[in-house]
């Protein structure tokens, strides 16, 4: 497998994590999303009651949405691409920084 190939994979699983991250945590109450919410959280409750806190963390669900991600990939690349630990810190870190520069514009304002 090429070099090229799996480094657009691992931009793609980034990319991906943090745009279901963005539109699961922060767009939550918005229309189309609020009913995948709400399924969602019920699903994941049966697991674990305290699990269902996970959409309540930008950062938090990009690391695990990065990990549906690679599983996605990892069958679209014919099981030979997974990268999740490394998409899943590489999302989350990209997530903070863009959360912790939005509060500094905020809090610049006032």
Known sequence: MCLTYIVSL????????????IVFVE???DFPIRKLNIIFRRKIRKINPK?????LCTVCFSFWAALLSDI???V????????????????????WLI???????DNGDQ
């Open 51 to 55: 699990l269902s806190t996970l959409g």
């Open 72 to 74: 996605f990939l990892l």
């Open 99 to 105: 959360i912790s520069y939005l509060n500094i514009i």
């Open 27 to 29: 767009k939550r109450y």
């Open 76 to 95: 679209y690349s014919n099981f030979s691409y997974f990268l999740w630990p490394l998409t899943g810190f590489a999302s989350s870190g990209i997530v």
């Open 10 to 21: 691992f931009f793609i699983s980034v990319i991906s994590s943090i745009g279901m991250s």
